[in-house]
């Protein structure tokens, strides 16, 4: 089967026949439920720690495990990484649009850590422009 690796950031996309699956490279928690964005793409993610957060979806009783929630990859990926016990995501590295959605989708889940350093991002970008 044809496999093919990008790194992004900390975050290793791997594309194949199956779904493509990403992982926070520092994170040893097996990944048992997948999320698929807006756009197609197919999260790995961990049941325990989604279940920190109260305003994620249900978590599925099926066997299947999916969730599919409404944002796009990028935009999770950034939220995910929030989510993990790892070095936060540089947010000064993201364009401002998907800042604002990361922000969005942070405050939707209620990920404290992350809406808290989207607001500060968001703030230094809006010094800059004056």
Not at 5 to 12: F, S, T
Not at 26 to 40: F, G, H, M, N, Q
Request: charged share 20%.
């Amino acid at each position: 089967m044809a496999m093919w690796a990008v790194q992004v950031g900390r975050i290793i996309i791997i594309k194949s026949r199956r779904p493509a699956f990403t992982t926070v490279k520092e994170c040893t928690l097996k990944v048992d439920i997948r999320i698929v964005s807006s756009d197609s793409i197919t999260l790995g993610a961990h049941m325990q720690t989604l279940a920190f957060f109260k305003n994620f979806p249900s978590l599925p009783k099926s066997e299947d495990k999916v969730i599919n929630l409404e944002e796009g990859a990028e935009v999770l990926q950034v939220l995910l990484r929030f989510m993990h016990n790892a070095r936060e995501p540089d947010l000064g590295q993201i364009p401002f649009p998907q800042l604002f959605s990361v922000a969005k989708a942070a405050e939707k889940y209620l990920v404290y850590s992350a809406m808290e350093r989207c607001k500060i991002q968001m703030e230094c970008a809006c010094f800059y422009l004056i």
